[in-house]
């Protein structure tokens, strides 16, 4: 965390301790997802290890949510567990359809916690690289596999 954040962390913290208030603050520190590259084929599945880390850390405290933006069609998520604690980690499963569109995609992962009456939200994101690839032809035109000397 930078100079500046801390400061102002730091800053929210103490005015809330001056008015007297029971909100414990504390913020998501970051979402790590590895690999931060992967190749999945059509019709395949791949598994990814998502990391949470809370500042201050807080072991009894859970992320709201988790969820992943900007994934191609034919990709279905699934997050093992569908919540994580602090410190922790899970996984985030990715589905791709046999009929899936081939190609490069940035796609996040977002952790997205809130806390109290009032909702005081952090947010956190990793963004990754998944590329579709079609399925592998184990006698393409031309290859040496199959023939015959």
């Known amino acids: 965390m930078n100079r500046i954040k801390e400061t102002k ?4 913290m103490t005015v809330v301790l001056l008015l007297g208030s029971s909100i414990d603050l504390w913020a ?68 791709v359809d046999p009929k899936a569109p081939v190609g490069n995609y940035h796609i996040r992962v977002i952790g997205d916690v809130y806390e ?8 956190r994101s990793s963004t990754i690289m998944l590329e579709i690839q079609g399925p592998i032809s184990p006698n393409k035109p031309g290859s040496r596999k199959g023939r015959r000397r």
């Not at 109290?116 to 947010?123: A, H, L, T, V």
């Open 28 to 95: 998501i520190e970051t979402v790590r997802v590895r690999p931060r590259r992967i190749s999945i084929q059509q019709g395949d599945g791949a598994a990814l290890l998502v990391i949470a880390r809370a500042f201050p850390p807080a072991p009894d405290r859970y992320l709201g949510d988790l969820d992943v933006t900007e994934l191609p069609p034919g990709v279905t998520p699934t997050f093992v567990p569908d919540a994580l604690g602090f410190p922790d980690r899970g996984y985030l499963f990715l589905d």
């Open 9 to 12: 962390l730091t800053l929210v």
């Open 116 to 123: 109290g009456e009032n909702i005081i939200r952090s947010i």
